[in-house]
């Protein structure tokens, strides 16, 4: 059973930006159903962590409820992620947010972009920023990438694009679970030790400390 998991950085009550990713994952809920599959989801809001990420950022300390939130975006089949634009740029609480992740944390996992702003003058932001953000930490984005200002909520295209995420999302999640793609995405990468990823490597068992590598920094040699 496949697990979405929204994660919105949205302040307001209540937020927009929370209620874009509720409307995509409805859709893709809906497309999944219609294939017979049954999907849960969760969320994650992450203006309640701003202090947490705040002190993760300078110490690397995770506080219990951002080791669960982290932990809850581990074990996801795919992310929603929705963002607040101020200034031309997604928020800093988001990105914040995204920098106390592991890198390994996203590898393979779809995730849909979403973001709303006060103006439609914002609408790039979205593929200029988020896009390649989540391309660095490995995620497999969708193609479709959802923008609403505030004259978009009573447009048609608006549910339109939801709906296109929304399935795009859904014949992506359809596929890894038939097909294993998640798995060999993750294998074709190198990762972080014990990190929080849900095919992390967790204990000393799981690293070759006979490698060439490992042998020099115990200060043997490499062969």
């Known amino acids: 059973m496949p697990n979405l998991v929204i994660v919105s950085a949205g302040t307001s009550q209540p937020s927009t930006t929370r209620m874009l ?17 049954t999907a849960t989801t969760g969320a994650i809001e992450v203006a309640p962590l701003a202090v947490d990420v705040a002190r993760a950022s300078v110490t690397g300390v995770l506080s219990a409820e951002l080791q669960a939130a982290i932990e809850q975006i581990a074990a996801a089949d795919a ?46 932001v979205v593929d200029e920023q988020m896009r390649s953000l989540f391309a660095y930490m490995r995620a497999l984005t969708l193609p479709t990438a ?3 200002a505030p004259e978009d909520w009573g447009a048609a295209e608006l549910g ?18 038939e097909k294993g793609i998640a ?12 990190g929080n990823a849900a095919r992390a490597e967790q204990t ?17 040699r490499a062969d």
């Open 21 to 37: 990713a509720d409307r995509i994952a409805a859709a893709s809920v809906e497309v999944l159903r219609e294939m017979e599959v």
């Open 160 to 177: 339109e694009r939801v709906r296109r995420a929304g399935t795009e999302l859904a014949v992506v999640l359809q596929g890894q679970i």
């Open 79 to 124: 992310v929603i992620a929705s963002a607040p634009v101020y200034k031309a740029g997604i928020s800093g609480l988001f990105k914040s947010f995204v920098d106390v992740l592991d890198n390994d944390l996203l590898i393979a996992k779809p995730v849909v972009l979403a973001a709303t702003a006060g103006s439609s003058r914002h609408a790039l």
């Open 146 to 148: 959802v923008f609403a």
């Open 204 to 220: 000393a068992a799981d690293t070759d400390f006979d490698s060439p590598l490992m042998r020099l920094a115990a200060g043997g």
């Open 183 to 194: 798995d060999r995405g993750w294998a074709g990468y190198r990762h972080e030790f014990a």
